[in-house]
Structure formats: C-alpha cells, structure tokens
C-alpha cells in the first residue's frame, strides 16, 4: 500500500506555484530562487541515493541527476549573476527546501529495493511537478528573456529525466523485491 508521506509535501508545494498564475505571477527573482532551491533538492536526493542503492541503474541515475541539475544550477547562477538579480526566498522556494529535507529524512529510513523504488516514485512525481510548473507558471511569467530562454533551454532534459525515471520505476516494479 502506497501513503503519501512528507517527502511529498514538495511536490506539492511545486505544483502549488500554478496558484500564481491567477494573481501577478513570481517575480523574476522569485522565479531564480525556486529553480535554484528546485535542482538542489533534487541534487541532494541523488547524492543520498547515488551513496545508498544498491542498483547500479538506480545510481546512474542518480549521477545523471547530480550532473544535470549541478550544471542548471550553475548557469542559473551565473545568470542571475550577470543579470545582478539577488534569488528572492519566497513560500515556494522554502516549502520545495522542507520537502526535499522531509524527503531525504524519509530515504534514510530505507534501504534495499524499498529505497530504490521511494526514491524513484520521488524522482517521477518530483520532474512532473517541475515540468508542469515550468510550462504553467515559470516560463509565462518570466521578464527577463535570458531567464526565461534558460528555462526554455532545461525544459528537454527535465522531460528526459522523467522519462528516464518512468522506465526505472517500470523495471523496479517488475523486479519485486
């Protein structure tokens, strides 16, 4: 039986940002403080599980993920950077930050098949939470168009991640365990 755990609470809060789409919309600093909390969560969870499975599927994924938000993040930066924008925290940002650490608290109490399969689930519902709030409410509400033509640029390899993801969840499912 599957339960919905506070791991979740982040995903959700992702999703939550297509609230905005009503109202004003975040701000373009807001926006670099949700997809810079938004890859580290993610580069957090892949490290956990890069150290802690035991699949060698399962951890290259994982590496793939660190790799890939690592360098988001890094040109996310550098962006902001030039652009002399300061990330703004907003109630996004900080609830993406406790639901990826309620969510590696999670992961630590588990090991084996059973951290393989939360941390994938994770990883599915985590890149459909962020492709929806990308399509939704990052990229329409971007200014600047250097930020949006960056969230713009990430968009194919978060649709690759996820896919990635559903094809590991598929083959742990099939494994049992």
């Known amino acids: 039986m599957r339960f919905i755990n506070p791991s979740w609470l982040g995903v959700l809060a992702l999703v939550s940002v297509a609230g905005w789409a009503q109202n004003a919309g975040p701000t373009d600093p807001q926006i670099a403080a949700i997809v810079v909390t938004a890859n580290q969560v993610d580069i957090d969870a892949g490290t956990l599980a890069e150290s802690r499975s035991k699949s060698t599927d399962v951890k290259a994924f994982a ?3 660190i ?3 690592s360098a988001v993040n890094k040109s996310a930066v550098d962006l902001v950077h030039k652009l002399n924008v300061t ?7 900080q609830s993406l930050k406790s639901g990826g650490d309620a969510n590696l608290a999670a992961l630590r109490k588990l090991d084996g098949h059973a951290f393989d399969r939360a941390y994938i689930d994770h990883e599915v519902a985590y890149h459909e939470s962020v492709l929806d709030a990308l399509d939704k ?7 600047n168009e250097q930020l949006k033509a960056l969230l713009v640029k990430v968009r194919p390899a978060f649709v690759a991640h996820l896919e990635h993801a559903r094809h590991l969840q598929a083959s742990l499912g099939k494994s049992g365990g």
């Open 63 to 65: 590496q793939q993920m």
């Open 67 to 69: 790799t890939d938000h």
């Open 87 to 93: 990330p703004e925290e907003n109630a996004t940002s």
């Open 137 to 143: 409410t990052l990229i329409p509400n971007a200014k």
